[in-house]
């Protein structure tokens, strides 16, 4: 009788639990009073755009609020706190609460001409391709709108490479009310114009399954994004082609005593490699494209770079062309700023994700209940005396789903044509 009776209290409970979200394994009052203490504590000045009434204030409003939220909506009302203190390298890691189970298996690209579908699974293969004008009937941008509140918004950039990434959790669409239950309905556009209404589903979308757009070609730029740095020379047009797509390698790697550095391709070596081909071979253009780059390490972007500038000095006639993105990030943005201290490089593509003055040198601590990481800066980097939310490029260029699916890169492209230095950027 005794086991019945604990049995159908047990269940009881479990029933409360699946209908109330004030069911909780996590101690929250513990953990916000962790945060409340530390993050002003580690962070290199967290009070720099807020006061310290202000985030203090926001933690006691979680605090009040925690009977009505989930854990994962815990998480995620202290990322907005977070987010809304103006650094964007500082956030909770509110993943760990992620159910992998509640996304919808779409890859979405935000293109100069709206949001696409990239990859999904086979059942939605005919997706591909198709442009994402809203989901439940609330149009894409207001949604954008909504989830950038999870960001530190220092420009459009950021939230162009964030929202996709986002939108397809069924859990951050119920979050901001944008869904109410699993099925969800997406209104797209297809090559003709026409538009048309797609119920979905979460559903596992992984290497295995996944089918992606397939473009005519892949432009240049994405064929080796994966690929820490490589290089291109092409011999007709004279243009040597360098794409830094991370600011790491075996030499970063030894030096921050990590394990993986006889794994990892030498940053060294490809910058001699780099001044073989510009000694051996005629070179009217250099190329440095950044866009893909999130960051990693400067020291090493840099010493290439007051190398290349050097070389530059010696030989005037070489035209100097630096490629910016919105992934376009922290390290990255110093090299960035290299190039625009030391040389006349023609900026070329999409605003930065990064500003040039920013925090960094990222830390992290765990709340002690919950055990979601929460990651901070240490140092700022003052790349400027100008107030810049982002580096803008000198020629504005960003690509359109039909650059993409004929496999094109508008950039290289332009930069192709382009013979002249560009007046203002003459010394």
Same mark, same amino acid.
Request: charged content about 25%; overall charge positive.
């Given at each position: 009788?005794?086991?019945? $009776? !604990?049995?159908?209290?047990?269940? =009881? #409970?479990?029933? @409360?639990?699946?209908?109330?979200?004030?069911? /909780?394994? %996590? *101690?929250?009052?513990?953990?916000?009073?962790?945060?409340?203490?530390?993050?002003?504590?580690?962070?290199?000045?967290?009070?720099?755009?807020?006061?310290?009434?202000?985030?203090?204030?926001?933690?006691?409003?979680?605090?009040?609020?925690?009977?009505?939220?989930?854990?994962?909506?815990?998480?995620? $009302? !202290?990322?907005?706190?977070?987010? =809304? #203190?103006?650094? @964007?390298?500082?956030?909770?890691?509110?993943? /760990?609460? %992620? *159910?992998?189970?509640?996304?919808?298996?779409?890859?979405?690209?935000?293109?100069?001409?709206?949001?696409?579908?990239?990859?999904?699974?086979?059942?939605?293969?005919?997706?591909?391709?198709?442009?994402?004008?809203?989901?439940?009937?609330?149009?894409?941008?207001?949604?954008?709108?909504?989830?950038?509140? !999870?960001?530190?918004?220092?420009?459009?950039?950021?939230?162009?490479?964030?929202?996709?990434?986002?939108?397809?959790?069924?859990?951050?669409?119920?979050?901001?009310?944008?869904?109410?239950?699993?099925?969800?309905?997406?209104?797209?556009?297809?090559?003709?114009?026409?538009?048309?209404?797609?119920?979905?589903?979460?559903?596992?979308?992984?290497?295995?399954?996944?089918?992606?757009?397939?473009?005519?070609?892949?432009?240049?730029?994405?064929?080796?994004?994966?690929?820490?740095?490589?290089?291109?020379?092409?011999?007709?047009?004279?243009?040597?082609?360098?794409?830094?797509?991370?600011?790491?390698?075996?030499?970063?790697?030894?030096?921050?005593?990590?394990?993986?550095?006889?794994?990892?391709?030498?940053?060294?070596?490809?910058?001699?490699?780099?001044?073989?081909?510009?000694?051996?071979?005629?070179?009217?253009?250099?190329?440095?494209?950044?866009?893909?780059?999130?960051?990693?390490?400067?020291?090493?972007?840099?010493?290439?770079?007051?190398?290349?500038?050097?070389?530059?000095?010696?030989?005037?006639?070489?035209?100097?062309?630096?490629?910016?993105?919105?992934?376009?990030?922290?390290?990255?943005?110093?090299?960035?700023?290299?190039?625009?201290?030391?040389?006349?490089?023609?900026?070329?593509?999409?605003?930065?994700?990064?500003?040039?003055?920013?925090?960094?040198?990222?830390?992290?601590?765990?709340?002690?209940?919950?055990?979601?990481?929460?990651?901070?800066?240490?140092?700022?980097?003052?790349?400027?005396?100008?107030?810049?939310?982002?580096?803008?490029?000198?020629?504005?260029?960003?690509?359109?789903?039909?650059?993409?699916?004929?496999?094109?890169?508008?950039?290289?492209?332009?930069?192709?044509?382009?013979?002249?230095?560009?007046?203002?950027?003459?010394?």
């Amino acid at each position: 009788m005794r086991k019945i $009776s !604990l049995l159908i209290i047990g269940l =009881s #409970f479990m029933l @409360s639990c699946n209908s109330q979200k004030n069911c /909780k394994t %996590i *101690d929250w009052d513990s953990d916000l009073d962790f945060m409340s203490n530390a993050l002003p504590q580690k962070h290199y000045n967290l009070f720099a755009v807020k006061s310290q009434k202000e985030y203090l204030e926001g933690i006691e409003k979680i605090r009040k609020n925690k009977n009505e939220l989930s854990d994962f909506e815990m998480a995620m $009302s !202290l990322q907005q706190l977070v987010a =809304s #203190f103006g650094d @964007s390298h500082t956030h909770v890691r509110w993943g /760990k609460l %992620i *159910d992998k189970k509640q996304f919808l298996p779409l890859h979405l690209y935000w293109f100069k001409d709206g949001m696409y579908i990239l990859h999904t699974t086979d059942k939605y293969k005919s997706l591909l391709g198709q442009q994402l004008l809203s989901i439940n009937h609330i149009p894409v941008d207001d949604i954008a709108d909504s989830l950038s509140t !999870l960001i530190t918004v220092d420009n459009q950039a950021l939230v162009k490479n964030a929202i996709p990434h986002l939108l397809p959790s069924v859990q951050v669409l119920k979050y901001f009310g944008i869904a109410e239950s699993k099925k969800i309905e997406l209104e797209l556009k297809d090559d003709n114009g026409q538009i048309k209404f797609q119920w979905i589903e979460p559903a596992e979308m992984n290497s295995k399954n996944r089918i992606g757009f397939q473009p005519d070609s892949l432009a240049l730029c994405y064929r080796n994004k994966r690929i820490f740095f490589i290089d291109y020379y092409q011999a007709r047009e004279k243009l040597f082609y360098l794409q830094y797509n991370k600011c790491w390698g075996r030499e970063c790697e030894m030096k921050f005593g990590r394990k993986k550095a006889d794994k990892l391709p030498s940053f060294e070596d490809f910058g001699k490699h780099v001044f073989t081909i510009l000694k051996n071979e005629p070179v009217d253009k250099l190329v440095f494209d950044i866009r893909l780059n999130g960051g990693g390490s400067s020291e090493q972007g840099t010493a290439l770079i007051e190398k290349i500038a050097k070389y530059a000095k010696k030989n005037p006639d070489l035209k100097l062309y630096v490629v910016l993105g919105r992934k376009t990030f922290s390290s990255a943005i110093i090299n960035a700023m290299d190039f625009k201290r030391l040389t006349n490089a023609v900026f070329v593509g999409e605003e930065t994700g990064g500003k040039p003055n920013h925090f960094g040198e990222v830390r992290g601590f765990k709340l002690p209940h919950s055990g979601i990481e929460v990651l901070y800066s240490t140092k700022y980097f003052k790349e400027t005396d100008e107030v810049m939310n982002s580096l803008q490029p000198d020629i504005q260029i960003e690509t359109s789903f039909e650059d993409y699916k004929k496999g094109t890169d508008p950039v290289y492209d332009w930069i192709k044509k382009n013979n002249k230095i560009m007046a203002s950027k003459q010394k």
